[in-house]
């Protein structure tokens, strides 16, 4: 297998894993060498033929598979003949990343820019502004809502973002202007 090494790599195989979940994760993980047929495929690992083509397609959708079809002049008959593109994998983890990176700063923006209230019975949280439309009581339960520190939060996201940026040699934006 000429992706072995790739494939040990844990934070790929999670990558995988969240692409195709755990049905397709048999296809993910096993790469043939040369080009091949999603019945062979099929096959060889013992799963349903429609779980190997979703797995297909999904890799298929992330650069991650190409194919070609193949008409038999006989029967008319169509065959996908499919190559794993895996030397695309480290370039698509780092988009991926990018993009949670700007999530997560997104996300931490939300949270330093709001007050949140919670209901302790029901453990939902309210912004400032629907706390106060609902007069601070909780509108399914009644109980009091009660202010709530974000602090942990920002700090877990603070610690997320730091080490996305480590790995990606982002700098924080303060520093860009
Ligand atoms: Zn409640």
Redesign the pocket.
Known sequence: MAYEELLEDPVIQKYLHELVGPTGMPVAASPPDGEVTDEELAEEIGLELNDVRRALFILYENDLATYRRLRDEDSGWLTYLWTFEYDNIPERLEEEMHRLLDALEERRQYEMDNEFYL?E??S?RFEFGEAMEFGFE?P??G?ELVSMSNSQLVEAMDRRIESLREELNVQPEEAEA
């Open positions: 209901c019975t029901d939902i909780c399914q339960c109980s």
